[in-house]
């Protein structure tokens, strides 16, 4: 059976999912409004040309973009082995990449390990964030909000634009199973 490639209903997730409408994608590609409607619609046809100014404007290329349209050949389990350890801001804490390659993705999941007296910070960005208390505890201050401890077992879900910062002041080692939308960690 021959498979049907739904472009445009896949340019319209990503739209989505990086919160553009038509009227930004279509400035942003240097293309119209007019032509991303029925592209998203499938009720035209895209060039090669204009597919890649598309997908530029998701920091995605055509080979990452074709080969998630082969539903069949998609990954979806990520072993232990493939996961990638960034070093954290000053070695405060240290980052494991769960899905290695995620900037295509709406989610980034990462394995966060603060040790006793640690702490990871960030400065804030465009999207969401949520995590979840694996073992030990953290306390979590978002700017503008009050310190709050997160204990294993609970997780905490917030905007992430505003400065932000988890403090592991127990005496065992905290980690966190955190995911950002969108992708910032590579």
């Known amino acids: 059976m021959e498979k049907i490639l739904h472009i445009g209903s896949r340019i319209k997730r990503l739209r989505v999912a990086n919160n553009l409408t038509q009227d930004e994608l279509a400035l942003r590609a240097d293309l119209t409004k007019g032509f991303i409607s029925l592209l998203e619609r499938d009720l035209t046809s895209v060039s090669i040309e204009a597919l890649a100014q598309i997908l530029d404007v998701f920091g995605t290329s055509l080979a990452e973009f074709f080969r998630n349209l082969q539903g069949g050949d998609e990954r979806v389990v990520f072993r232990r082995k493939d996961r990638v350890r960034v070093e954290g801001s000053e070695d405060e804490e240290v980052i494991e990449l ?13 394995l966060v390990t603060i040790d006793p007296g640690k702490h990871s910070l960030d400065q804030g960005h465009e ?40 403090t592991n002041q127990g005496k065992v080692t905290a980690r966190i199973l955190w995911v950002v939308s969108p992708p910032v960690f590579h």
């Open 98 to 110: 769960l899905i290695p390659g995620a900037q295509g993705k709406i989610m980034d999941p990462v």
């Open 127 to 166: 999207g969401e964030e949520f995590g979840m208390v694996l073992s030990g505890s953290v306390v979590l201050e978002i700017e503008g909000g009050k310190p709050q401890k997160v204990r294993k077992g609970e997780c905490f879900y917030f905007r992430s634009d505003r400065p932000h910062k988890l």
